[in-house]
């Protein structure tokens, strides 16, 4: 009996685990694609440092610290990803200010003919 809980909760741990290296990756490729390795890399870089060596645990049965560093690289990847956002939002808005400037240049010399 005290075999099949503990074979229970093993089963449970594992699906846990893959559920959150699934998460994981995901966060990691969301932040990819948003751009975080050019406007994010260092945070980037620790998202996908951190997945790999959460892949590497969980094959060396290393469940607790699979999964604490899997949950670690999804909110790094996060973070990536929200760094990179930021950068490319902020870019958009100079040209956007760049745009308007020139378009305020342009309704001023038409004004003056």
Known sequence: ??????????ACSSSELNHQLAVSREAV????MAGAEENAPA???????????????ANG???????R???Q????????????ESTEARIAA???TKTNQTLREAIN???QN
Do not use: I, P, Y
């Open 73 to 84: 690289a999804q909110v790094d990847a996060n973070l990536a990803r929200a760094r990179s």
């Open 94 to 96: 100079a040209e956007l």
């Open 43 to 57: 945070e980037f870089g620790v998202a996908a440092d951190k997945l790999t060596r959460a892949n590497a645990a």
């Open 1 to 10: 009996m005290a075999g099949c809980c503990l074979l229970a909760l093993s």
């Open 69 to 71: 560093l899997a949950q």
């Open 61 to 67: 049965h290393h469940k607790h610290d699979a999964m």
């Open 29 to 32: 490729d969301q932040a990819q």
């Open 109 to 111: 010399r038409a004004n």
